[in-house]
């Protein structure tokens, strides 16, 4: 017998998004006979305990009958169990110093960490995360911003309506100016974003078009990793070597910096990949860029002016063109940045929705039938010690 928990989210700010949704865990457990599940209870979780009750699902405190547990964010030390296996974005794949103290206390409690993160298709393509509702959310803000900064128009926050379907029925009638706006990426983040372009009607145009003139209506330029990137001698992109020598490759974006009014940035970044333009960059005249969504949002990552996590509640902030300095947001002498590290809480519900989709099709099906190479690769702990994959982790694991 399976038993599943789903654990109350202890990480501060509290998040509100779960693993299951209740109609989720009614269909699994009528499904399979040998799964039962147990879902902890919480007064922060964006379904509350009596919807789940209602479903048929269990709520209590106690979780200490589960053999899977089932997260949203990075679990508070003190909550975890001793010896169960536990599915959660853990953020240690990268070494994250922050989360170095949690990393200890799952190896001392013998746990297996089974990272979403790292659950992958056999191409590398992430298979489950919240990306698509993270670009929804994200490119939503950085219209918002820019028609802050300009006034020729006012979108409201995501987080004062019920959910997706509401939103889309706050765009009707929403006349964007003559804007031009480039959508970095080709994952579930940028299909987020142009989810978020084809509802409010703005066009697609190729690359050199984009470049090489303006129009009278919003457009937007798709760009991904060959239009970004350029191998340094050969001048040509190719995805897997990238992948592997990313070093030898530099960004072509700076091209674009002029012609671009709202950079909405959804491109998955690591310390060896070229980032879209220099810090400098932002004190040419031509800079034309005045609204950075950094989606992906790392922390002087892909977008060097990315000074770090904005809130949900006052999610934009200026930097000082010319100081890089961290200002309030609309000043002249700034460049607005959008940055906050959980948009999907904004529409929690078709968040949650969206993502236990994905884990009830492609995750916990092969758990139930005794694993499988999938999980096996995005286990980075068994029962306290590093799986092969992860041994690079020794130096941050060990205490």
């Known amino acids: 017998m399976l038993v599943i928990g789903l654990i109350r989210e202890g990480k501060i700010p509290a998040d509100n998004r779960v693993a299951l949704v209740p109609s989720q865990c009614k269909w699994l457990v009528k499904h399979f006979p040998d799964i039962k599940i147990l879902v902890q209870t919480s007064l922060t979780r964006c379904f509350t305990d009596e919807e789940y009750t209602q479903a ?10 589960c053999t899977l547990l089932l997260g949203i964010k990075e679990i508070p030390v003190s909550q975890l169990l001793p010896n169960k296996t536990y599915l959660f974005f853990s953020h240690t794949k990268k070494k994250q110093p922050a989360n ?14 089974i990272d979403y993160e790292c659950l992958e298709h056999k191409d590398g393509q992430r298979i489950i995360g919240f990306g698509f509702f993270a670009g929804i959310v994200g490119a939503h803000n950085g219209i918002m911003a820019y028609g802050n900064r300009i006034g020729a128009y006012h979108l409201g926050r995501v987080g004062e309506v019920k959910d997706y ?11 964007l100016p003559n804007l031009k706006i480039a959508v970095t990426g080709s994952g579930r983040v940028a299909h987020g974003i142009l989810e978020i372009m084809n509802l409010m009607d703005v066009q697609e145009v190729e690359p050199d078009e984009y470049t090489s003139r303006e129009f009278d209506y919003p457009v937007y330029v798709h760009l991904k990793g060959s239009d970004l990137y350029r191998h340094t001698k050969t001048r040509k992109y190719n995805r897997d070597d990238f992948h592997l020598h990313a070093d030898e490759y530099q960004c072509v974006f700076e091209d674009f910096c002029t012609h671009t009014d709202i950079l909405m940035n959804g491109i998955y970044w690591e310390q060896n990949i070229p980032r879209l333009f220099a810090i400098e960059t932002l004190q040419r005249k031509d800079f034309r860029i005045q609204t950075i969504a950094d989606i992906t949002d790392d922390k002087q990552g892909s977008i060097p002016c990315n000074l770090g996590d904005a809130t949900i509640d006052a999610p934009v902030y200026g930097v000082d063109k010319f100081s890089g300095m961290k ?10 940045i959008m940055a906050v590290g959980n948009l999907p809480n904004e529409l929690p519900r078709d968040a949650s929705r969206y993502f236990g989709e994905q884990l009830i099709k492609y995750v916990l099906d092969d758990i139930r039938k005794g694993g499988s190479t999938t999980i096996e690769r995005a ?4 029962e306290g010690q590093l799986t092969d994959s992860f041994q690079y982790l020794a130096d941050y694991a060990a205490h």
């Open 165 to 175: 379907r509401e939103l889309i029925h706050t765009y009707f009638g929403l006349k």
């Open 379 to 382: 286990t980075i702990l068994k």
């Open 327 to 336: 200002t309030s947001p609309y000043l002249e002498t700034s460049v607005d």
């Open 100 to 113: 170095q103290l949690l990393m200890h206390a799952m190896v001392d409690k013998r746990i297996t960490l």
């Open 56 to 65: 048929g699902i269990e709520v209590t405190d106690d979780l200490s009958s």
